[in-house]
């Protein structure tokens, strides 16, 4: 086995990374939301609130391109087993 045969790297493999380390990234910054909106003393505050606003749209937009990359993925593979 050559060393660039042992650096190769299935399609499977890489998919199942990128997907696990945005998973990590977005499980962190929903935790991140909770713990701001658990101190009350922020929630009074109106810049505050904004920028929890935004975080909040920023998790669910990063969610939703996860959730389509994903079943694009899914899709493409699909298709090219089927040829």
Known sequence: M????HNLVSLDDRLI??????AVGVGMEKDAILQRLEQPGLLSNP??????????????????????????TVGAV?????S
Not at 78 to 82: G, K, V
């Open 78 to 82: 699909e298709s090219l087993l089927r």
């Open 17 to 22: 990374q990128a997907f696990s380390q945005n």
């Open 47 to 72: 810049a505050v609130l904004m920028e929890l606003q935004q975080r909040t749209s920023n998790y669910n937009l990063e969610v939703s391109m996860i959730s389509t990359l994903t079943r694009k």
């Open 2 to 5: 050559t060393l660039s045969e």
